[in-house]
Every structure is written in structure tokens, then in C-alpha cells.
């Protein structure tokens, strides 16, 4: 398993809320109460045989409205000023066939082969972007907003036959449904004990092997004890616990500015797995006693059959 320093850059930004910028206008200068304006949003379209798919796959089972059409007041919802560039046509179905099955199927399976825990925490809203959003010299591939909603960006340049690409995405997307699960049920409190006094907003500053050295399993997730959390549990369902244990405890265990990095990694995820039994009555391992395979293994096979074998419909 390659290391995750290509992902440092990742920015999984938060939203903080629109800012409205008012220019001074003229007392005779006035909009026409008709002006229209296109990508707005509020447009009506004929429906075609992607949206008949994204019905069945996504709105049927999940009441989840999925955007591809660009809408600039759902693209432009955070605070960013840069360009960003509408999704095309031919990779919405690759991408959302291909989330349905790495996103969607571990957790049904995980809840005994049940839609009923996605029907209530999933997101009603993702919107697709074609392009990532560049700022600072990071780039982000999504972000969740209010609970509800998951905005996708990059989805031109996505490739469900290339791993790596694959779980790029799907770290970012995992990352963002894991703020939706904990904003929805909070994770216990003693999570943000652990690392009090090292979480940093300089987190950038930093690259992941340093953060690991420090108690925390990406750079990113220094940022506050919600990103940490998210970061554990995105990282260990998208790269697998080995990859967990060889890289990053591996890490952590020859650390000389914390001695306790290891034993403050491991006693986060103790708290993970508790949350996600304790809470949702998911077992994020395998369970050795009743032999019921855990979300993690789940996850894995999901990115394996979907590698070997993209999904198009």
C-alpha cells in the first residue's frame, strides 16, 4: 500500500457560509424583474435516460437528488472565487455506478443487507463538479454541507480501473459521509482528549509522516478533533487496517516529539470502533466470535471488485 503523502495536499474544507459582496449601484440603474439568467438553477429539462438511471439507482432507494447540470448556486456554494468547471455528460453514470458500489454496498451489507441506515443518514444532495478546486496550492475533492448535502468535485478525471484514482475519491467521499454520521450522532467526548494541545490549523505546514509522529493519521487530521475523526475513519475503511498498522503506527512508534503517538492512534480507534457498534450497530472489523465480517472488509472487496471490473450501469 503506497503511502498517503499524495493526499496531503487534499483540502477537505469545512463551510463556513456565503459571503456577499455588495457593490454600489447607480439610484437609475435597476434589473429587469425578467432578466434571465443561465446556470442558475431553476431551469426545467426533459428528462433523458441518465436521469431515468440516477432516479433508479440513487432518488428511488435513497431520496437522494443527484446535480450534474450545472447549477452555479450549488457549484459556487462555498466560498471559493475560483473557476470551476461543469461535469460532462459521459462520466456522471461511470462515477455514480461506480460510488454505489464502493460507497453504498459496504455499508448495506455491513447492516445485514439493509437500505434502512443509508435511507436516514445519507446525504439528500450531491452535487457534481468536472473539475477540483485549486486554492493555496492544495486542492479539494469535496466537501459536506449541513448534513445533507455532498458536493463531488474532479469527476471528469475520474477512473474507477485505476485504484489509486479511486480511493483518492472515495477517501474524500468516505471522509465527508463520516460528518454526516457525527453530526447526526455525536462520537464521545474523551475522542478530543487524546490529542488536546495538538491540533493546529498550520496543519499544511506539515506532511503526514511528521503528523504521525504526532498521534494523528494524516496531517489533515490535525486540523481539529472532527477532521481527526473523520480522517481515521475514512483512512482505515479506504486503505485497510494494514496499511494502517505497517504505515502509520509503524510511524507513529518511532516517534520522539510524542511517545505516546502510537497509543494515542490506537486509543482512537478504539473509540471508532466503539462509535460505529455503540452507535449504528455496525461492526467495523471482523468479529472473530460470531464470524460476521466487519465494515473495513467490506470496503475492501467493494474497491477490489470495482478495480477489476469498473461498473457502468
Given amino acids: 500500500?503506497?503511502?498517503?503523502?499524495?493526499?496531503?495536499?487534499?483540502?477537505?474544507?469545512?463551510?463556513f457560509g456565503a459571503t456577499l459582496l455588495l457593490g454600489g449601484c447607480r439610484e437609475e440603474e435597476k434589473i429587469a424583474d425578467d432578466l434571465y439568467i443561465p446556470g442558475l438553477g431553476g431551469e426545467e429539462y426533459a428528462e433523458n435516460e441518465l436521469d431515468k438511471w440516477l432516479y433508479q439507482n440513487y432518488t428511488l432507494p435513497y431520496n437522494i437528488d443527484v446535480v450534474y447540470r450545472w447549477d452555479a448556486a450549488q457549484a459556487y456554494s462555498s466560498l471559493s472565487e475560483v473557476q470551476l468547471v461543469p461535469v460532462e455528460f459521459d462520466a456522471v453514470q461511470p462515477m455514480m455506478a461506480a460510488l454505489r458500489d464502493v460507497w453504498f454496498e459496504p455499508y448495506i451489507q455491513a447492516t445485514g443487507n439493509?437500505?434502512?441506515?443509508?435511507?436516514?443518514?445519507?446525504?439528500?444532495k450531491i452535487v457534481l463538479v468536472g473539475s477540483p478546486e485549486y486554492q493555496n496550492g492544495s486542492y479539494k475533492l469535496g466537501q459536506a454541507e449541513g448534513g445533507r448535502k455532498i458536493l463531488l468535485l474532479n469527476v471528469n478525471n475520474f477512473d474507477a480501473s485505476d485504484e489509486n484514482e479511486l480511493k483518492?475519491?472515495?477517501?474524500?467521499?468516505?471522509?465527508?459521509?463520516?460528518?454526516?454520521?457525527?453530526?447526526?450522532?455525536?462520537?464521545?467526548?474523551?475522542?478530543?482528549?487524546?490529542?488536546?494541545?495538538?491540533?493546529?490549523?498550520?496543519?499544511?505546514l506539515l506532511k503526514d509522516p511528521e503528523a504521525r509522529r504526532l498521534g494523528f493519521i494524516t496531517s489533515y487530521a490535525m486540523l481539529n478533533k472532527d477532521e481527526d475523526f473523520a480522517e481515521m475513519?475514512?483512512?482505515?475503511?479506504?486503505?485497510?487496517?494494514?496499511?494502517?498498522?505497517?504505515?502509520?503506527l509503524a510511524e507513529a512508534e518511532k516517534s520522539?516529539?510524542?511517545?505516546?503517538?502510537?497509543?494515542?492512534?490506537?486509543?482512537?480507534?478504539?473509540?471508532?470502533?466503539?462509535?460505529?457498534?455503540?452507535?449504528?450497530?455496525?461492526?467495523f472489523f471482523d468479529n472473530e466470535t460470531s464470524?460476521?465480517?466487519?465494515?473495513?472488509?467490506?470496503?475492501?472487496?467493494a474497491?477490489?471488485?470495482?478495480?477489476?471490473n469498473p461498473p457502468t450501469k
Fill in 1 to 15: 500500500m503506497k503511502d498517503m503523502k499524495r493526499y496531503n495536499n487534499i483540502f477537505l474544507a469545512a463551510l
Fill in 114 to 124: 439493509s437500505q434502512d441506515f443509508l435511507k436516514e443518514v445519507a446525504p439528500k
Fill in 168 to 204: 483518492e475519491s472515495l477517501h474524500t467521499i468516505v471522509h465527508e459521509f463520516t460528518h454526516i454520521l457525527h453530526q447526526t450522532k455525536l462520537f464521545d467526548k474523551k475522542y478530543q482528549e487524546i490529542s488536546t494541545g495538538r491540533y493546529n490549523s498550520n496543519w499544511t
Fill in 233 to 248: 475513519v475514512s483512512g482505515i475503511l479506504v486503505f485497510g487496517y494494514d496499511w494502517f498498522k505497517d504505515t502509520v
Fill in 256 to 283: 520522539t516529539e510524542n511517545p505516546n503517538a502510537k497509543a494515542d492512534l490506537e486509543a482512537k480507534l478504539a473509540i471508532v470502533e466503539s462509535y460505529f457498534k455503540e452507535t449504528w450497530n455496525i461492526e
Fill in 291 to 301: 464470524g460476521e465480517k466487519g465494515l473495513e472488509t467490506y470496503f475492501r472487496e
Fill in 303 to 308: 474497491i477490489e471488485k470495482v478495480v477489476s
